[in-house]
């Protein structure tokens, strides 16, 4: 379901990528969510000094709702994807729960 082409910034990971394409995949099939489109973008904000640089950007349009986008910055590529993919699992729930709350008894 997310194609690895949806995938920016993990140029040479291949491992990186398939795991990033399969733990949205499974996330959306288990959701029963049939997003328009999926991105994912890698950045490293390294500045002169280094540190915690690299950003995780997920995006998410699905139809008859908003755009969905979450961001985490961590020291690696898969701590910045894991952080921002728990942040993508939380504003879904989230958005079940209220959808829950709307219907009548």
């Known amino acids: 379901m ?3 082409s949806k995938i920016r910034g993990l140029d040479g990971q ?3 990528r398939g795991h990033v394409a399969t733990r949205l995949t ?4 288990r ?5 328009r489109s999926v ?4 950045h490293d904000d390294d500045g002169p000094r280094g540190g915690v640089a690299i950003r995780c ?4 349009r699905v139809p008859g ?5 979450v961001e985490h910055t961590a020291r690696t590529h898969r701590a910045a994807f894991d952080g921002s993919f728990a942040i993508l699992e939380r504003q879904l729930r989230r958005r ?3 959808r829950m709350r709307r219907l009548p008894a």
């Open 96 to 98: 079940v729960t209220r």
């Open 14 to 16: 291949p491992r990186l």
């Open 57 to 60: 950007a997920l995006t998410m």
């Open 26 to 29: 499974r996330l959306l099939t």
């Open 31 to 35: 959701r029963r969510i049939t997003p």
């Open 2 to 4: 997310v194609s690895e």
């Open 65 to 69: 709702r908003s755009l969905i986008r």
């Open 39 to 42: 991105r994912v973008a890698f």
